[in-house]
T-cell receptor
Framework: GQQVMQIPQYQHVQEGEDFTTYCNSS?????IQWYKQRPGGHPVFLIQ?????EVKKQKRLTFQFGEAKKNSSLHITATQTTDVGTYFC?????????????FGKGTLLTVNP | NAGVTQTPKFQVLKTGQSMTLQCAQD?????MSWYRQDPGMGLRLIHY???????DQGEVPNGYNVSRSTTEDFPLRLLSAAPSQTSVYFC???????????FGQGTRLTVV
């Protein structure tokens, strides 16, 4: 079955440093989604990438989808304490529908003020 | 606008007990899913539904049952709780196609 691998598992940074998490799929994805989960909270949708080579930005967050649509990355510039949480990537099930997402194991980001 | 509502938020069960985790959404979404989250394991799909009357198994379905009698509700039943089912359970809903999933607040279940 489809596997989605995410690295690193943990990342601790000083406030103001940059952060990147990487996601790799065993199969080509029709789209990839990113979610953020604050400690004790629930996953909250950040963004969806659909096109090969796509790059999207949300303020200090930059999301990329690989040319082969098998990998993706999330980069945060100048981290802040509000960025603390676990970041997950997720790929869709068969047919591209997102009712059976396959999640990576997530990257837990902690930020030292 | 409530979105996806899960009840209860916390539950402690004894081994062998049964219970139902409730999930309701008010967005008229066709698709609903149940995930469990364990430390270091990410979220794993238990069961899902693509519409009322239609359900199917996900990656880790053993020990769980679901039904979907209405569009709004998608309860998850634990038939005979085991310590291995100690986890945080999330319900999610989404409209058809490649769209975002909306998650409930989660139910933290402990089986002793």
């Amino acid at each position: 079955g489809q596997q989605v691998m995410q690295i690193p598992q943990y990342q601790h940074v000083q406030e103001g440093e940059d952060f990147t998490t990487y996601c790799n799929s065993s199969t080509t994805l029709s789209n990839i989604q990113w979610y953020k989960q604050r400690p004790g909270g629930h996953p909250v949708f950040l963004i969806q990438l659909v096109k090969s080579g796509e790059v999207k930005k949300q303020k200090r967050l930059t999301f990329q989808f690989g040319e082969a649509k098998k990998n993706s990355s999330l980069h945060i510039t100048a981290t802040q304490t509000t960025d603390v949480g676990t970041y997950f990537c997720a790929g869709p099930g068969s047919g591209g529908s997102n009712y059976k997402l396959t999640f990576g194991k997530g990257t837990l980001l902690t930020v030292n003020p | 606008n409530a979105g996806v509502t899960q009840t209860p938020k916390f539950q402690v069960l004894k081994t062998g007990q049964s219970m139902t985790l409730q999930c309701a959404q008010d967005m008229n979404h066709e698709y609903m899913s149940w995930y469990r989250q364990d430390p270091g394991m990410g979220l794993r799909l238990i069961h899902y539904s693509v519409g009322a009357g239609i359900t199917d198994q996900g990656e880790v379905p053993n020990g769980y049952n679901v039904s979907r009698s209405t569009t709004e509700d998608f309860p998850l039943r634990l038939l005979s709780a085991a310590p291995s089912q100690t986890s945080v359970y999330f319900c999610a809903s989404s409209p058809p196609g490649p769209s975002r999933a909306f998650f409930g607040q989660g139910t933290r279940l402990t089986v002793v």
